[in-house]
């Protein structure tokens, strides 16, 4: 079983960067793959980028690629999402989730995670 508590939304200007974290309890954190989800109202949570269990692999939406840098302390049991040149297409509440194990190919879809925070908002102003 695994708990996750993001933290670090807020209210920022287009052009501005922020990063959100996760923090994580329970056991084997390190072993899962996890996640960043976003979602706004009357859409489906659509997937942002997510990370292998040990930081080796990476993966990224083509919407935040080269903008959002997705990194996982294990020590702490926190994984973050720093996000830069925001604009306000990025509003959107931001989930983290978490699964044991999950084939490449499967990273972006929500359905396949087992464990979700309850989200940050994040909203970009122009």
């Known amino acids: 079983q695994v708990q996750l508590v993001e933290s670090g939304g807020g209210l920022v200007q287009a052009g501005d960067s922020l990063r959100v974290s996760c923090a994580a309890s329970?056991?084997?954190?390190?072993?899962?793959?996890l996640g960043w989800f976003r979602q706004t109202p009357g859409k489906e949570r659509e997937f942002a980028a997510a990370?292998?269990?040990?930081?080796?692999?990476?993966y990224y939406a083509d919407s935040v690629k080269g903008r959002f840098t997705i990194s996982r302390d294990n020590a702490k049991k926190t994984v973050y999402l720093q996000m830069n040149t925001l604009t306000p297409e990025d509003t959107a509440v931001y989930y983290c989730?978490?699964?044991?194990?999950?084939?490449?190919?499967?990273?972006?879809?929500?359905?396949?995670?087992?464990?979700w925070g309850q989200g940050t908002q994040v909203t970009v102003s122009s």
């Open positions: 989730a978490a699964v044991q194990s999950l084939p490449d190919t499967l990273v972006s879809r929500p359905d396949k995670y087992d464990y």
């Open positions: 329970g056991r084997a954190f390190s072993s899962y793959t």
């Open positions: 990370i292998s269990w040990n930081g080796g692999s990476t």
